[in-house]
């Protein structure tokens, strides 16, 4: 019975003890690109985000410092039950320790949750919902690119200065759609402007012309587009065929893509206006990273804003990492790390990642060149105002978030 | 009221592209007995060809309108020829999976190649702009669509049910080996038969190209409803899929008008609504 007795102990010292050396060298992490790797938003985010991700790992400099870095990536298909189901399985069964990307607001709230409750890091680029970081904010979470009260502020702002005070919306009928518009139509009110009416529609809708005819009829000035990726070129496509842009009332794409632009063609979406937080030709930095981008891609396509995002994201999450030395499990003592270290990175330059996990930068106003004016194949964004970071996003006052009120 | 008109040839136009596609699987469906899952796939290639003529070989809009449906139809026949045939005796459901699988392949090669947002083609000069029909704008290229879609639709219609080469297809349907023994290649007919479906798909295809976005999507995304078309209009009727056609894209149409979140089920509530008092269909006889 001793002899039993003593030889558990000593098993449960030796475990302890190779567990503690084990941990003590713990420089294994896990990346997984959660995205749309075939739906709509596929060109935006998708097989590029995680190009992305695997050009941050090879530029991080960690692998050099021992670390052993593994990336996979999984497709969402826009459901928020498969994705939570893909962050389920990465953090029981794959054992990850960061899932970045996650474009879509509706799959991106869902997997917030997941990753709380397995107490991962969340680097959400892809979804534009200002919810991550107020009502739904959480300590596991870093949004990094953009957000629909960046959007609403930078856009909505100028266009109401600029005379635009009645709007119509187009809003796509999902998570992502309802905040863009909420925070849109605070700005307008804000600003003195009013909403005369909208038409939420389904998500992946080919035919507009319903819809657009209802703006027609609305009388708005401005007609918002509270939509992303195919909705939104279909939209501005169609209305340019119904005559809207002619018959006077003006189109604020609220949320618009390199990509976009790319698919509706500069002579279709020639003069339009919305907010972007990144893009490639903006200085030498920006141009020698895109141009790596683009030599890998498969199309040769340019970056987009949520992949830059991805590749920043996880930029500074290496940085934390570095500045931990090792032991990189705990999600929410990662994320705080993060919180401490300023963002400095080359696309989006310095900023900060906030208390309630937002992260600021520059934000840009852009004006799609005239077909005259490209001189290359993804030469499309003429820069017409920069509103700058601390500006741009939530101020911390007025972000609803729980974490703020210890 | 004004916006009741608007919205009712909206729909209308909406219904040309139901009408063609559905035809096109009523055709293949009547003649055939193959429920042809991939004809979203075909009609995407059919945009795609006329985008590849434009920006390959400068072959405007027009001659696509002719080219782009012989070269689908001939990949079609292909299609019939190496695959399809031999499911003839077959229960249906293995014609619905094969066709199914050349579907997401299809549309898998496209979008490895071109992406998921689409190319731009722009409308044919001679029909830009529109015209103001006091109610509504009228983009000149939407009405063309109508005109043209119905023009087809009945020249289709016509072909089959009233020409001496319709009656050898529906003769041949409907007893081969009688119809063999009249001296007429029925595998022959039926590849032509099948090209023909398919051709239509892919000219209903070249037709959305200055609409939607030339997308590999494009037909993943309107198949599921065309088949609701055809389910509601009675499978294999003529006639009845083309006036389905036109009929759901009206009532679309008004929903996208009065309730915009139901738009992309009502049709779906209408073919459970149809299955459950006549599950035949609309038009459809009982076989």
């Not at chain 1, 794409?253 to 030709?281: C, H, M, P, S």
């Not at chain 1, 077909?371 to 017409?384: A, I, N, Q, R």
């Not at chain 2, 409308?123 to 119905?150: A, C, E, T």
């Not at chain 2, 037709?207 to 976005?213: F, G, R, V």
């Amino acid at each position: 019975m001793k002899k039993t007795i003593s030889a558990l102990l000593l098993g449960t010292a030796m475990t302890l003890a190779f567990a503690g050396i084990a941990s003590a060298d713990d420089k294994n992490v896990k990346i997984g690109v959660l995205s749309d790797q075939s739906g709509l938003y596929a060109d935006l985010a998708g097989p590029g985000s995680t190009l992305a991700a695997q050009m941050a790992i090879e530029d991080s400099g960690l692998k050099a410092k021992g670390w052993t870095i593994d990336l996979i990536s999984g497709d969402h298909q826009n459901k928020p039950d498969i994705g939570t189901t893909i962050a389920r399985q990465w953090f029981d069964v794959d054992k990850v320790d960061v899932i970045a990307d996650v474009p879509n607001s509706g799959v991106a709230l869902a997997v917030n949750n997941v990753v709380k409750e397995k107490n991962g890091v969340y680097i959400n680029s892809g979804a534009a919902t200002s919810d991550l970081t107020n009502a739904q904010c959480s300590p596991n979470t870093v949004h990094w690119t953009y957000d629909t009260y960046m959007l609403a502020h930078a856009t909505g702002q100028a266009l109401v200065k600029a005379g635009g005070d009645t709007w119509f919306f187009l809003t796509a009928d999902y998570a992502f759609g309802a905040a863009l518009e909420r925070d849109t139509t605070a700005v307008i009110l804000a600003n003195g402007g009013k909403v005369v009416g909208g038409v939420k529609h389904p998500l992946n809708t080919s035919d507009f012309s319903s819809f657009l005819l209802q703006a027609q009829a609305s009388k708005a000035k401005i007609i918002g587009l509270a939509n992303a990726g195919g909705d939104t070129t279909n939209a501005i496509k169609q209305a340019a065929e119904f005559g809207i842009v002619k018959g006077g009332q003006k189109l604020a794409a609220l949320l618009l893509f390199l990509t976009d632009v790319k698919a509706i063609g500069l002579e279709t979406a020639q003069g339009l206006n919305f907010t972007e937080t990144f893009y490639w030709d903006l200085n030498d930095k920006t141009r020698a990273f895109s141009k790596r981008f683009s030599e890998k891609m498969k199309n040769g396509a340019m970056p987009t804003m949520v992949q830059a995002g991805v590749y920043s994201g996880l930029l500074h999450y290496f940085k934390a990492l570095d500045a931990l030395g090792a032991n990189p499990h705990d999600g929410v003592k990662v994320v705080a790390k993060m919180k401490e270290i300023p963002t400095d990175d080359p696309l989006f330059g310095k900023g900060v990642v906030e208390a309630n996990g937002r992260v600021t930068h520059d934000a840009y106003l852009f004006e799609v060149k005239k077909p005259s004016e490209s001189k290359g194949p993804w030469d499309f964004y003429k820069l017409v105002g920069t509103v700058p970071g601390d500006q741009a996003f939530t101020p911390l006052s007025q972000s609803t978030c729980a974490l703020l009120k210890k | 009221m004004q916006a009741l008109y608007a919205q009712l040839l909206v729909g209308l136009i909406n219904g040309s592209f139901y009408a063609l596609l559905s035809l096109g699987l009523a055709v293949i469906f009547g003649m055939l007995n193959i429920i042809n899952f991939a004809h979203g796939a075909l009609y995407m290639m059919g945009a795609f060809v006329a985008y590849f003529l434009l920006n390959l070989g400068g072959i405007n809009y027009w001659w696509a309108l002719i080219i782009a449906p012989v070269v689908v139809g001939v990949f079609g026949m292909i299609l019939e020829r190496t695959m399809l045939q031999w499911l003839a005796g077959l229960d249906h459901l293995y014609g619905l999976l094969l066709t199914f699988g050349i579907a997401l392949i299809v549309q898998g090669v496209f979008q490895n190649y071109f992406g998921s947002s689409g190319l731009p083609y722009s409308i044919p000069d001679q029909l830009k702009g529109g015209m103001n029909l006091g109610f509504m704008f009228l983009p000149i290229y939407r009405g063309w669509v109508v005109i043209f879609s119905l023009v087809v639709c009945i020249a289709t219609w016509f072909l089959i049910e009233k020409t001496q080469l319709g009656a050898y297809l529906r003769a041949a349907t409907e007893n081969p080996t009688l119809v063999r023994a009249f001296g007429i290649n029925v595998p022959r007919m039926i590849t032509l038969t099948y090209g023909l479906g398919v051709g239509l798909a892919a000219l209903a295809g070249v037709l959305s190209a200055p609409i939607n976005q030339v997308r590999p999507l494009m037909g993943a995304d309107l198949i599921i409803v065309v088949f609701a078309v055809v389910v509601i209009g009675g499978m294999g009727s003529i006639m009845g899929s083309i006036i389905t056609g036109f009929a759901l894209g009206v009532i679309e149409g008004l929903t996208k008008y009065f309730y915009p979140e139901a738009s992309n089920t009502v049709v779906f509530v209408l073919m459970v609504l149809v299955l459950l008092v006549k599950p035949t269909g609309l038009t459809g006889r009982a076989a």
